[in-house]
């Protein structure tokens, strides 16, 4: 059975830096990409990076560039999302996601099937 578990959230100052994991069960994901996404109260769940299969293609949202890094490590079979610089707006329950269907890092949530249960990201003074 595939599962994703994520973790790393938690709280920070404005300007600090977080690292979120997304652990795979039941699943290699360096054979699926794997996209991040948020949710913030309120809002409408948003794409904020993804990674293909093989690593070699990653996008992400104008809001994070250059501020936000995702990487795999298939030894580990995780993925990250490096975040630096975070800013107040960043505040959200960041979700994992893959998809048996799709090897092309691609930002449209409604592709992927499975999802992690979410970490929540606060940045506050």
């Known amino acids: 059975q595939l599962q994703l578990a994520e973790s790393g959230g938690g709280l920070v100052h404005p300007g600090g830096s977080l690292r979120l994991s997304c652990v795979a069960r039941g699943v290699t994901l360096n054979s699926y990409a794997v996209g991040w996404f948020r949710q913030a109260p309120g809002k409408e769940r948003e794409a904020v990076s993804c990674?293909?299969?093989?690593?070699?293609?990653?996008n992400y949202a104008d809001s994070v560039k250059g501020r936000f890094t995702i990487s795999k490590d298939n030894a580990k079979n995780t993925v990250y999302l490096q975040m630096n610089s975070l800013e107040p707006e960043d505040t959200a329950v960041y979700y994992c996601?893959?998809?048996?269907?799709?090897?092309?890092?691609?930002?449209?949530?409604?592709?992927?099937?499975?999802w992690g249960q979410g970490t929540q990201v606060t940045v506050s003074s």
């Open positions: 990674i293909s299969r093989n690593g070699g293609s990653t």
């Open positions: 996601a893959t998809d048996p269907f799709h090897a092309m890092c691609d930002m449209r949530p409604g592709l992927y099937g499975y």
